[in-house]
Every structure is written in C-alpha cells, then in structure tokens.
C-alpha cells in the first residue's frame, strides 16, 4: 500500500469535494427546504448497463442500470422524497432486469414511500414490473394485454433442405440445444424438456409477484392471463390497475396522495447527479478504497475491438484492475451466452488471477450461459436473478456443408490436398469420419476442461457438475440449488457481497469505477446532444 499521500492525490480528492460542493449547492438550490418532493424516473427501451459520462447531468439525460437501482435505493432512505412517481414506456429489457428494478421498487414502498407507476398500456412484462407500486395507473384509453409467457424457437432445417445446404455439427452435452435451429425440424425432446422447465420458472415467478403486489390469489391470477385482454376500465374492475389518468393529471395526482412543497416532480438523473453519484466527501490525506465494477456483454471471441466481449480487451482492464492496489474488489456484470471456447479460458484465466488477488463477485444479467456460465466459474461469488438463463455447460460446434447448393447452382470446386483432414473446415464438403472423430475428441476435450473449472471455482464434486451440466440450461433460482449461484440477486447485492468481502464497511466511502469507461468523445457528444435537445434541465419537468 502507498506511504505517504501524494499532492496529485490530494489534488484530485480536493478537487473532487469541490464538485460535491457544487452538486450539494446546486441541489439545495432548486428544492424546498421543507415538504420534500416526489422523485421522477422513467423507464424504457432507453435504459442499459451503461451509460456516457457527465459532470453534473448523466449525458443526454438518462441513467444507467446500475445508476437508477443506486438512485432507488437512496430514495428509500432520503427524509425528503416524498414518493416515487415511475412513467413506464416499455422495452426495459429481459426478464432479469425487471426482477432488479421491481426489487428497487419494493425497497421504495417498504420504506414507508408511495410508489406511483403510470403507463399508456401494460404487457405482461411491465405488469410484473409495475406491480410491485402501491398505485398503478394507466391511460383511460389504454389497455393492459395480459397474454403470459411464451419461448419460441426458429428452425431452419426445411429451408437449409430447399437449397441443399447441410449443418455439420456435432455436440457434446445432450442438452446442449444451441444448433438445433439448423439441425432439426422441431424441438428435440431435451430441448423441449429443458424449455418446458425454464418457462414454468418465469411463470411461476409472474403469477408469485402478481398476487403479492396486486394482492390477489394467484388462482385468480392465472384465470386473468387466460383471459388475456383488459382495456383500462375491465383491468381496474379486475384488480390489475388502480385507475386511470392522463400524463397532464400526474403531477396533480401524485401530491394528492403524499403532499410536497415542489410543485412537479424531480427527475431522477438530476438526483442521482446531485444527491447520490460519487463517493461524497473525501479524506485529502488518504486514497479512498475503490471497486471496479466491470460490464461485459456479447460474445465472447478472441482478438480486439469494442464489439462483444474481447480477449484482448479484457485482458487488458483485468490486468490494470488487478495491478492497482487502490481496487479492493472487482463485480463482473456479465452479459453473455457464450462464444469461442478458447476465448472463454482465456479471459478466464485473467479473472482466476484478479480472484487470487481481491475478491471477485459476478453478477449475472439476462443470461450469462456456456462461455459466459464459464466466466462466472473464476468469481469468488456468484449472483443471479430467478429469472437468469445460465449454466449451458457443454460443448457444441461444426461447419456448414454447402456441397449440394453448390450443385445446384453448378460451381464446381477443386482442391489438392496433403494430409487426411487437410480439407476439415473447407465448406465443400462434409466432415469425414476420421475428421467427425477428431472433432469430437477436441470438443470432449474442451468439455472435461469445462467441467473441471466450474468443479473448482464453484468446490463441487466433478460429478454433482456432471448432473448440472450436459449443456442444459437452468434458471437463476434452478442453478441456485444446483449450486451454480451462491444467492439471488442483482447489481446492488454484488457490490453489497464484494464490499463484505473485501472488508468494507456497509457505509464506507467507497468509489466505484464502471468500466470501460467511454472515450472523451463520447462525453462531448453527449454534451451536444443535450445542447441541441434544449440545454440542460436541472429542475426536472
């Protein structure tokens, strides 16, 4: 650890009590001293894992995932909210990410503070979200489509048939369903198995949370998804809704239910810039301890670039990350179902070796599945939501045969070769048997590898992974009891368990670093994007 302070330490931190300052002024500035006021957030296809940074106001006005949960969280502790008013668009993404939100949602209302959710319509995905409010309206033309839940998959092999194109796969895992859209017709009875069980989870998960937010007996509830279709009045008379009103009517409405001194609402981006981003006031003489909370998404592929998750990429943040002594723990918010096997151990690698060092917390998202599941296996703590798609431990892979569309359309293709599997990945032709063999003996390989990272970075005996695995996918609660996940969570409760484990106090100064951190560029064109919208909007509207 560093002796003594540095002055450009000390500089900085000075620097960054200055901007504290200035938030805190700013914020006195434009709320009433007494009567507190209602909080504004929206909610849409808007919201993602990240966002550009700002100095005072979020770039374009909106938060990040894990910005807006920091920002309920302190609403329900913050005296002066008053309430909660959430204008719900729709679109905000899978079902893990609705779990989060609502759980925010539910802090809010045990609290003690109202919790006010207006939207034009509801589907089933922004019911479940929106039940957890304590008054829930919706447009008096609108209409809420309660239709439940439905997994659908693609299947391609009729159409590869039509053009004379084969996919030549073979997999290790019976489960393991990934290239069954090019393989198969229909659903292989694992898949359909595996599907059929995933779907009552979320099913089951929807119908909990209905009957608790909307306090009606989850017989009644799934009688109502049957039925399907409310406009605004039947989904009232049925208990779903509380009423109606229009967007002009909310303000109104809002300080009827808990009155406050502000006349309209504060947006939650100005809160969160003035109130709750940044670690608050800093020691001079002392660095503050931080925590990197890394986001990875996409695929996982070898190489560089800022597309998916990137072995070069990663290497590089997980290398700085682990080298500076200020980083006491590391959450990986991970996005991902899967990608290049080779790839994945080793990223893999870098985070068994961050995980030696500090304490490494995953905190899953929608999916985080086969590669991404083997990522996860390096953590020292693994957390997901119920409705997260993990595990997918296996192995599948091929190439595509397009011999016969080639045929058809009369190319002809001629090839000289030295050695037996010379011709293994040319796309003319099929594998042989010679070459069927040594694939699957790569892939087998590549799956005993598999197995044997997620037995010692989960402590699990080879075959109680074994039963987990052969490719099949489970959901967050399901992985839970199979000892995938240590706990059901999301953003929050990772950076709650990295701090326990790193040996921070619940309500130390801590600073948290969301990487990677966007280009300066992306900051300026954020600001221009502001500008051109209008200027900026510290009051809220």
Do not use: C
């Amino acid at each position: 650890m560093p002796g003594r302070p540095s002055l450009a330490g000390v500089a900085r931190r000075a620097a960054g009590n200055l901007r504290h300052a200035l938030r805190l002024a700013a914020f006195r500035a434009g709320t009433p001293r007494r009567g507190g006021f209602w909080l504004r957030v929206r909610l849409g296809p808007a919201l993602d894992e990240m966002r550009a940074p700002g100095a005072f106001w979020p770039a374009g006005g909106g938060l990040g995932l894990l910005e807006l949960l920091q920002t309920l969280s302190a609403a329900s502790r913050d005296a002066d909210v008053r309430g909660v008013l959430v204008e719900l668009e729709g679109g905000v993404g899978g079902w893990s990410r609705r779990q989060a939100l609502r759980r925010g949602l539910v802090e809010l209302k045990q609290a003690g503070k109202p919790v006010v959710v207006y939207a034009d319509a509801l589907d089933t995905g922004d019911l479940f979200l929106a039940s957890a409010a304590s008054t829930l309206w919706i447009a008096p033309s609108g209409a809420l489509h309660l239709t439940g839940l439905r997994l659908e998959s693609l299947f391609l092999r009729g159409f590869l048939d039509r053009l004379d194109v084969e996919a030549d796969v073979v997999r290790v895992g019976s489960h393991k369903g990934a290239a069954e859209t090019f393989t198969r017709e229909t659903m292989s009875p694992e898949q359909r198995e595996q599907m059929e069980t995933l779907l009552d989870d979320l099913f089951s998960g929807l119908v909990d949370a209905l009957a608790d937010g909307r306090r009606i007996a989850p017989e009644r509830v799934r009688a109502l998804v049957d039925e399907g279709l409310f406009p605004a009045k039947a989904a009232e008379a049925a208990g779903l809704v509380d009423g109606t009103r229009y967007p002009d009517e909310l303000a109104a409405a809002v300080n009827e239910l808990a009155p406050a001194s502000r006349e309209k609402p504060l947006d939650a981006a100005t809160y969160y810039a003035r109130r709750v981003g940044g670690p608050g006031w800093l020691p001079l003489l002392r660095e503050p301890p931080r925590v990197a909370y890394i986001v990875a998404r996409g695929a996982i592929r070898r190489g560089r670039g800022l597309r998916g998750i990137t072995t070069e990429a990663m290497r590089t943040l997980l290398r700085r990350v682990r080298e500076d002594e200020r980083v006491r723990g590391v959450v990986l918010r991970l996005e991902s179902p899967g990608g290049d096997g080779l790839a994945s151990d080793l990223i893999w690698r870098e985070l068994s070796l961050v995980a030696r060092e500090k304490p490494l917390v995953v905190s899953m998202g929608d999916v985080a599945a086969s590669g991404g599941y083997y990522l996860a296996a390096a953590a020292s703590s693994v957390l997901a939501e119920a409705g997260t798609l993990t595990g997918s431990i296996g192995v599948v892979g091929g190439k595509v045969n397009l011999a016969g569309l080639y045929d058809r359309l009369g190319v002809r293709r001629e090839a000289l070769e030295r050695g037996a599997k010379a011709g293994l990945f040319s796309e003319a032709r099929g594998f042989t048997a010679g070459e069927r063999s040594a694939v699957r003996a790569e892939m087998e390989s590549v799956y005993e590898t598999f197995v044997a990272r997620v037995a010692e970075g989960r402590k699990l005996a080879p075959e109680a992974v074994e039963r987990a695995a052969q490719g099949r996918l489970w959901s967050g609660a399901r992985a839970q009891g199979l000892g995938l996940v240590d706990a059901l969570g999301g953003p929050l409760e990772a950076l709650r368990e990295v701090m326990r484990r790193a040996g921070l106090g619940e309500h130390e100064r801590v600073v948290v670093d969301v990487h990677p951190r966007l280009p300066r560029f992306a900051l300026l064109r954020g600001w221009i994007g502001v500008a051109l919208a209008g200027g900026l909007d510290p009051g809220g509207r």
